[in-house]
């Protein structure tokens, strides 16, 4: 059963346009974390948000930890081809000996 | 500043053969962990160790042991490989090891493409 159901699982989109993604669950999570992974290499951490209804921006990304700690949304204003990558949302867990649960990843590929 | 480092990038094995990926950190980071990625299924925690000295079990540990007898080197091992076990594997480390620390950083290594025939 997957904890963090992130969709779209893939998304086009042209230079220049908006779009966002979203990381949802039914589970409450001490913090969310987003990674950013590019092919061949590891994911590299971008945010991390920790309070309910947290707003943080990184450029032209903005991160949203909804009210109730259960969702994360990410958009990215203006995309650039330097955006296109695999996108992973990451819930801490509050029990358990798995400290974090990742979803599956938003794929995004910005054409030029 | 060499962060997290995997070896080999890519391994290709025979079903039954055995085999060890490596993982270093050389941040002094007290936890460090395994996992892997297959494509749907994202990644899945396999082993972690929150010190020296000390390995937990992950969410898919079948198949595979590791140790921790210093801080900077944390290797996998698979005893008899499997096809099942072909898929990305990924080492990770962050500064603390307390439970407690569910929102910190974790650093990946670039990860080994290994593929059992």
């Known amino acids: 059963t997957q904890l963090l159901e992130q969709s779209p699982q893939f998304l086009s989109i042209q230079e220049g346009e908006n779009l966002t993604v979203y990381c949802n669950s039914s589970s409450v999570f001490s913090s969310l974390q987003w990674y950013r992974q590019e092919p061949g290499e590891g994911p590299v951490l971008l945010v991390t948000?920790?309070?309910?209804?947290e707003v943080k921006k990184l450029k032209r990304l903005t991160f949203q930890f909804g009210d109730a700690r259960k969702d994360s949304s990410l958009h990215i204003t203006a995309a650039q081809p330097g955006d296109t990558g695999l996108y992973l949302c990451a819930g801490g867990l509050y029990y358990g000996n798995n400290r974090l649960a990742f979803g599956k990843g938003n794929q995004v590929v910005v054409i030029p | 500043n060499a962060g997290v480092t995997q070896t080999p990038k890519f391994q290709v094995l025979k079903t039954g053969q055995s085999m060890t990926l490596q993982c270093a950190q050389d941040?002094?980071?007290?936890?460090m962990s395994w996992y892997r990625q297959d494509p749907g299924m994202g990644l899945r925690l396999i082993h972690y160790?929150?010190?020296?000295?000390?390995?937990d079990q992950g969410e898919v540990p079948n198949g595979y042991n590791v140790s921790r007898s210093t801080t900077e080197d944390f290797p996998l091992r698979l005893l008899s490989a499997a096809p099942s076990q072909t898929s990305v594997y990924f080492c990770a480390s962050s500064y603390s090891g307390g439970q407690g620390s569910t929102n910190e950083k974790l650093f990946f290594g670039s990860g080994t493409q290994l593929s059992v025939l």
């Open positions: 160790s929150v010190g020296a000295g000390i390995t």
């Open positions: 941040m002094n980071h007290e936890y």
């Open positions: 948000v920790v309070t309910g209804g």
